[in-house]
């Protein structure tokens, strides 16, 4: 059997991220159409705090939230594109951009396709121990980039609420949660 081919890539948009049309040749010799939005790796951070039993969040404006909740902020992991940059370096730089925390360690959990239906997105996921010592700045967000970031220090309890409620709908992050609580499920319990 013949394997599936893309025959042409046109650019179907190009703005702040690009849409690509693609032209693949299936098995039986068919073709079809696909859209792609090529976005490029990412890298996602949940920093935790064993002694003080807390993690750190961050709620910013989501445009495809708002347009299919009509609410404009979301509860969400520490996250970037990767910028031609590491994954690793990635997670360390949007920690203290998005949050005004410096995270040595990380603790890598692999990268995964956050949506292969649609986009060229793979997430690299991180968690990262840090101490209230860590926090040496701000946070919020570039300018730049329109970023207005609320920086979140969520107890570990409500942490798994926040989870069970469904308050975190972002699946990066709910990964990251789960990951935590398998890494620790002693710091989960009262």
């Given at each position: 059997?013949?394997?599936?081919?893309?025959?042409?890539?046109?650019?179907?948009?190009?703005?702040?991220?690009?849409?690509?049309?693609?032209?693949i040749q299936m098995p039986d010799?068919?073709?079809?159409?696909?859209?792609?939005?090529?976005?490029?790796?990412?890298?996602?951070?949940?920093?935790?705090?064993?002694?003080?039993?807390k993690v750190v969040?961050?709620?910013?404006?989501?445009?495809?939230?708002?347009?299919?909740?009509?609410?404009?902020?979301?509860?969400?992991a520490i996250a970037g594109l990767l910028d031609e940059d590491e994954a690793?370096?990635?997670?360390?730089?949007?920690?203290?951009?998005?949050?005004?925390?410096?995270?040595?360690?990380?603790?890598?959990?692999g990268h995964f396709w956050s949506a292969p239906g649609i986009t060229t997105e793979r997430l690299h996921l991180f968690l990262a121990p840090y101490m209230e010592a860590d926090?040496?700045?701000?946070?919020?967000?570039?300018?730049?980039?329109?970023?207005?970031?609320?920086?979140?220090?969520v107890s570990f309890d409500e942490l798994a609420k926040l989870l069970t409620s469904n308050t975190v709908a972002d699946m990066k992050t709910a990964v990251l949660i789960q990951a935590l609580q398998l890494k620790h499920p002693q710091a989960f319990k009262d």
């Open positions: 059997m013949t394997a599936y081919r893309i025959k042409q890539i046109d650019t179907a948009y190009e703005g702040w991220r690009k849409l690509l049309r693609l032209t010799g068919r073709t079809m159409l696909r859209e792609v939005l090529n976005s490029g790796d990412a890298a996602a951070v949940l920093p935790y705090d064993l002694e003080r039993r969040l961050v709620r910013q404006f989501r445009a495809p939230v708002m347009h299919v909740e009509g609410h404009p902020d979301f509860l969400e690793e370096d990635c997670a360390r730089r949007e920690s203290m951009e998005e949050a005004g925390l410096r995270v040595e360690r990380l603790e890598p959990l926090r040496v700045a701000d946070g919020g967000g570039l300018d730049d980039e329109h970023e207005d970031i609320e920086v979140l220090e």
